[in-house]
């Protein structure tokens, strides 16, 4: 009996170890955490019960001392590397800076060359495929670096840096191949994608001045006072569980 008829008689057996498959599947080529709802939408099964096999891969992960772990964070789920195992993976990271960038990362990085800035979703949707590894090993190399967010959805974007154009030997970005001959007959420049837009700096909100009322206002002369906590944003304690950007993940490139 070989081994894949005897792995699909199990899962004929147990429903939820391929429901659990497929979450794995999902997760690991997600680059944002993902919601249970859409993993249930993805699946065909309810989100309760999607809810329950999150929980349970979950703590089957720490269970098993796994390399990886599944956290639930910003309201979605997604995977990452453990805590304990972040000399090593930074350790890869750093030496691969020596190495010469593979397939998936020069792509990645025409992309925002030409692109820029732009969202590692669009990115992402350009190539077909996850850049968050790519991405990040891009980063850390130096080769580009974010841009602000998006104007609509709020998605941080990305440009190249001056190591990018050292490294090209090109003076400023004008000197990059024109990209028109590279497209295929029936497709044209004026076709692509519209550009992301950088959305305008937060100007800081004015505070309120503290000058006498004018007549009425008060009923005299006296100046009135600013209202506790007028004019100053409420300061909230942090978290120090939520962080912006996650721990290494498995570098795809």
Do not use: C
């Not at 309810?46 to 390399?67: F, H, K, N, S």
């Not at 990452?80 to 792509?107: I, N, P, W």
């Not at 590692?120 to 974010?146: F, I, K, P, Q």
Request: proline share 8%; glycine share 8%; no cysteine.
């Amino acid at each position: 009996m070989s081994e894949q008829f005897v792995e699909r008689a199990q899962e004929q057996d147990d429903p939820g170890r391929r429901v659990r498959g497929a979450i794995e599947a999902v997760l690991m080529v997600a680059d944002e955490p993902v919601a249970a709802a859409a993993l249930a939408r993805a699946t065909g099964e309810q989100p309760d019960e999607v809810d329950l096999l999150l929980r349970e891969l979950a703590g089957e992960y720490a269970e098993q001392g796994r390399g990886f772990e599944l956290r639930e964070v910003s309201g979605g789920w997604r995977m990452y590397s453990r805590a304990e195992h972040a000399d090593v993976v930074e350790a890869f990271l750093l030496d691969g800076q020596t190495a010469k960038l593979t397939q998936a990362a020069l792509e990645t990085l025409s992309i925002v060359a030409y692109r820029q800035p732009v969202s590692r979703a669009r990115v992402s949707a350009v190539r077909g495929v996850s850049v968050d590894g790519v991405m990040r090993t891009l980063l850390t190399r130096g080769l580009v670096s974010e841009a602000g967010v998006e104007a609509t959805s709020g998605a941080t974007l990305y440009r190249t840096t001056e190591e990018f154009l050292q490294r090209m030997g090109l003076d400023s970005l004008e000197e990059l191949p024109p990209l028109a001959p590279f497209l295929p007959d029936e497709l044209s420049l004026e076709d692509l994608e519209p550009r992301e837009v950088l959305a305008p700096p937060v100007e800081p909100v004015p505070r309120l001045s503290s000058e006498p009322p004018g007549v009425g206002d008060n009923g005299g002369s006296e100046p009135v006072e600013d209202e506790p906590g007028a004019g100053h944003p409420v300061q909230g304690p942090v978290d120090s569980a939520q962080t912006e950007e996650p721990q290494h993940q498995e570098d795809q490139s």
